[in-house]
């Protein structure tokens, strides 16, 4: 049988120190502060800044390091791979190479679109995601509205990309080339990438100030 020490502090009165007669210290460790069996989750003593990991939350935790789940984890880092790969897919369109372009944006949607349902099913039925932001000291200001904020950009980005996509599909042949719905699709295509821009830069505002700050 194990002899664990729980560190830092007890049920049953104060780790502290004492000096004994012949003026050496030493350190008094109450009874119930050895127990057996495996330590408890260390936490802290102000029970209002609760550090990021020592809490459990419900759901999977994600892999950063912060108090967000795994999906959130997993659409953060995406949002940094979807950005580049969209700028990069621009460029090839406005080089003539619209084959490449035309792949590039299907597969682009289709990530973001199974990204957006794992993510919506594992908020709705795995992770309450306000457990998780509770800590951060923003919770009861910024949290909210910077929600509100990404959500304005995020609910219609999402529509606007099935539009773009399914209009893209009927209306350039295939493989695509320039016709008289050029101009239409360069200026949906031009409002459809700043919203995903803006929706990933509002996305990371929002996780920073719900999971990462403390
Ligand atoms: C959400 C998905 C998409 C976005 C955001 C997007 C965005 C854009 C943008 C911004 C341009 C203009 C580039 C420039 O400045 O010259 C462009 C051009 C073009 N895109 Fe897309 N696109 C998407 C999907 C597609 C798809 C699915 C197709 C093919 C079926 C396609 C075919 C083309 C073609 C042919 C052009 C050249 C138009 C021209 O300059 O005459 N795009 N796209």
Redesign the pocket.
């Known amino acids: 049988m194990h002899r664990t020490l729980r560190r830092g502090h007890s049920n049953s009165g104060p780790i502290g120190m004492i000096v004994t007669p012949g003026n050496r210290p030493a350190i008094v460790i109450p009874r119930a502060a050895i127990a057996d069996g495996p330590c408890e989750p260390r936490r802290s003593l102000n029970p209002d800044r609760q550090p990021a990991m020592e809490t459990t939350f419900p759901g999977i935790n994600g892999f950063l390091g912060t108090r967000a789940s795994i999906m959130l984890d997993i659409v953060f880092l995406a949002m940094f791979a979807v950005v580049p790969v ?1 700028a990069w ?3 090839l ?2 080089r ?1 190479q ?1 084959q490449l ?2 792949t590039v ?2 597969l ?2 289709v990530v973001l679109l199974v990204a957006v349902l794992l993510f919506e099913l594992d908020m709705r039925f795995v992770t309450d995601w306000t457990v998780r932001a509770q800590p951060s000291p923003h919770y009861g200001s910024l949290v909210k509205p910077s929600l509100y904020v990404h959500l304005f950009f995020a609910i219609p980005t999402t529509f ?2 099935i539009y ?2 399914a209009m ?2 009927r ?2 042949a ?1 493989p ?4 008289e ?3 239409t ?2 200026r ?3 409002i ?2 700043i919203e ?1 821009f803006m929706t990933a830069v509002t996305g990371w505002i929002f996780y920073y100030l719900a999971f990462v700050a403390s």
């Open positions: 969209m897919s621009i460029n369109a406005k003539g619209y372009h035309k944006q299907l682009l949607g606007i990309w773009v996509i893209a599909l209306k350039f295939s695509p080339r320039p016709n719905y050029s101009a699709h360069r949906w295509g031009k459809a990438a995903m």
